[in-house]
């Protein structure tokens, strides 16, 4: 039974170009969560998604950033014209039902530099 | 928002015991813990879902004082390999996410 998978698993980019950061739940999860985690802090909420739905988007920044789980394939972390601050490891992580009585399964992380 | 833990770092001798506690200032309906090794995924340790409620697997336990809204894990006979960064998580009541802790950094030696 595979985990959480995320892809890549590193990822470059310039200022100003868009990075896509894939995430694939486990079998049979379909709650979605995002989490931001720069070099030795803690992990922050962003986004948390099921199917084809965003319950909450209260950590997400206003600007550049977006995601969506659809029907078909994986969720999808999407950052346009990235910027210096944006980079930071981003891992993602799934549950069969609301976090409150489920753990969390995180997947390995994408790890974004911006050059 | 973000729940406090303490200690932010401890060292410990292979064999010592260690408590890390977690404090949040909302009410509670869970609490998560996770260990993160150094460029690695969060993993899970355990969840405790009532007040009170105390759960445990091989030396590492947890306790949750809903009262207080504090959580606290519990390593005994620490080993090598607990070595890493621990975080709790918190959801609060009528919430749908985790909120994680400012995380404890343990690192155990010989």
């Known amino acids: 039974n595979a985990g959480v998978m995320q892809n890549p698993r590193h990822l470059v980019r310039r200022r100003g170009q868009e990075a896509r950061l894939r995430c694939s739940p486990m079998k049979g999860h379909s709650h979605v969560y995002w989490y931001r985690q720069l070099p030795e802090e803690g992990l922050k909420f962003m986004v948390y998604?099921?199917?084809?739905?965003?319950?909450?988007e209260s950590g997400m920044p206003k600007e550049r950033f977006s995601a969506e789980f659809p029907k078909e394939g994986p969720s999808i972390l999407r950052i346009q014209q990235v910027v210096r601050g944006d980079s930071a490891a981003y891992f993602c992580?799934?549950?069969?039902?609301?976090?409150?009585?489920?753990?969390?399964?995180f997947g390995n992380g994408t790890r974004l530099t911006v050059t | 928002q973000q729940p406090v833990q303490s200690p932010q770092a401890v060292i410990l001798r292979e064999g010592e015991d260690a408590v890390i506690n977690c404090s949040s200032s909302k009410a509670l309906y869970s609490v998560h813990w996770y260990r993160q090794k150094h460029g690695e995924a969060p993993v899970f340790l355990m969840i405790l879902l009532k007040g009170g409620e105390q759960k445990g697997h091989d030396k590492i336990s947890a306790s949750f004082n809903e009262k207080k809204q504090q959580s606290s894990l519990y390593l005994t006979a620490s080993q090598l390999s607990y070595s890493g960064t621990y975080f709790c998580g918190t959801c609060r009541a009528g919430g749908n996410k985790l909120t994680f802790g400012t995380g404890t950094q343990l690192k155990v030696e010989l």
């Open positions: 998604l099921q199917k084809e739905n965003i319950i909450d």
């Open positions: 992580a799934s549950s069969p039902d609301r976090e409150r009585s489920s753990p969390l399964h």
